[in-house]
C-alpha cells in the first residue's frame, strides 16, 4: 500500500494537495486546518499532492520503497 506522509509543521492548510487528488484521498482536518488523510487505501501514488504542495509538506512513499 502506497503511504503519504504530512508535515503538519510546514503545512499551512491551503488545501492544493486536497484539489488535485484524482482519488480524494486528501481533506483538510477541520480542527486544525490542515492537510490530512481521509482516504489512505486510495492512493495511486500519482504524486499530484507532492508535486503541488508550496509548502514541501507531503511526501508520497510508494509500495516497495523505502
Do not use: H, S
Request: aromatic letters at 4%.
Amino acid at each position: 500500500m502506497n503511504r503519504i506522509e504530512i508535515n503538519r509543521k510546514w503545512c499551512k492548510g491551503c488545501g492544493i494537495c486536497a484539489a488535485f487528488c484524482p482519488k480524494k484521498v486528501l481533506g483538510l482536518d477541520e480542527e486544525t486546518e490542515k492537510a490530512t488523510v481521509v482516504n489512505q487505501d486510495e492512493c495511486i501514488a500519482c504524486y499530484m499532492c507532492e508535486l503541488r504542495c508550496p509548502d514541501l509538506a507531503i511526501k508520497v512513499i510508494k509500495e516497495g520503497d523505502k
